[in-house]
């Protein structure tokens, strides 16, 4: 039977080796994750909430381990892998605290007896979760679906199969009923069968937009509901009375982190006319003075990215940019030696139809967008197939708002990087995808939103 081989982005050395399971094996935990939501559907809050708070305890015990292993998985530096599973912990315990509030019976006046609206879980919720947060990501779909009363079964990135099962195993560690939640390591090319089978009650993924297309199709063959939460290629204007220094350390915060593997990550800066140059010089700098190098030094601001492919495509996404007249003004060279390395790159004078400005660039490579005005930029800014996030900089809060409101996103922050959050909701519109995910929002995707009349 296959496997599935790790290597590590820094190195490019093997670290481990997973065995496939079959596509029989894998329907088995489906239909055994099925027998487990008879029972589970029926156990009360407190009894969830408790399990969560041990899921909480488990990931905070050992989060040097699970960060140690998201670093060598994916190459994520080992200071934000750690914030990845204290992030987590927070997950787990908003709604271990908040599940029933959130779930609570809703009264209607009508001029029946008694007429209400209750929220019931659904089945086996099957989710299809990328590399670039592991664990994160997961516990994103994970703890609201549990607690909700459903079940979940995960079909994880290949790279990150390590963190696929530390996370089962850590869900076993809780306590929580075998079965509950279970990893499928199967090939990409499987997961439509998983879809198809009849335990499956529904689906959310989070990934690239053709991963989204693809399962979304299956799906809806199949009737069964979707969550998407896909790519985005993240606006922020800086407008002319911002702070420079404040807006080219959060720029260069944006684009760095997770080495720049975020689907929310700030992707295309837009700059009125009068601060361009001075913003350019001044990023330029950051993002030069950056240290790129191995993710396991608390030193290092940003890594390699997870693959060598992923690196080679994002290279050549750069090359066609300058191609058809973008600007490279820092980095856009492949260094030499071992890891999945690319420097920090910014690409500037970019206008729509140029690759940087239309596709998403999922790595440490920044566009940057001249705007004549305010209008303009709000249009450069909106003038994309994606719709996930978007920022305002600025020191005028009220005008940040204003903007923030007409931007076509899931969500508009103003002077922060975006981010999600488990009290807000979370999702895009546009080519980004569908649905919500975290706060009351996410956790009601994934139930049976059901009227109760009594004459």
Known sequence: MASTII???????????YQR???????????????????????????????????????????????????????????QSRKEIEKCVWVCRYYADHGRSLLLDESVQTEATKSYVTFQPLGVILAVMPWNFPFYQ?????????????????KHASNVQGCAYALEVAFEKAGFPTGAFVNLNLSAGEVKD???????????????????????SVAGQNLKKTVMELGGSDAYIVLEDADLEFATDLATLGRLQNNGQTCIAAKRFVLLDSIYED????????????????????????????????????????LKTVEQGGRLLLGGEVPLGRGAYYPATILADLKPGMEAFDQELFGPVASVIRAKDEEEAIA?????????????ITTDKARGERIALRLEAGSSFVNKLVASDPRMPFGGIKNSGYGRELSGYGIREFVNTKSIWID
Do not use: C
């Open 279 to 318: 913003f350019l010089e001044l990023f330029a700098q950051k993002m030069q003075a950056a240290v790129m190098g191995d993710p396991l030094d608390d030193n290092t601001y940003y890594g390699p990215m997870a693959r060598t492919d992923l690196r080679d495509e994002i290279h050549q996404q750069v």
């Open 194 to 216: 998983i879809i198809a089978h009849r335990p499956i009650v529904a689906v959310t993924l989070t990934g690239s937009d053709p991963a989204g297309r693809s399962v979304a």
């Open 380 to 392: 450069l800014a909106n003038h994309s197939q994606f719709g996930l996030g978007a920022g305002v």
């Open 7 to 17: 290597i590590n982005p820094a190195t490019g050395d093997k670290v481990a080796e």
């Open 21 to 79: 399971i079959s596509l029989d094996d894998a329907k088995q935990k489906v239909e055994a994750g099925k027998r487990v939501f008879d029972t589970w559907k029926l156990k009360s809050y407190e009894e969830r909430s408790l399990l969560m708070h041990r899921l909480a305890d488990v990931l905070e015990q050992n989060k040097e381990e699970y960060a140690q292993l998201i670093t060598m998985e994916m190459g994520k530096v080992i200071g």
């Open 138 to 154: 997961v516990i994103r779909f994970a703890a609201p679906a549990l607690m909700a009363g459903n079940t979940g079964v995960l």
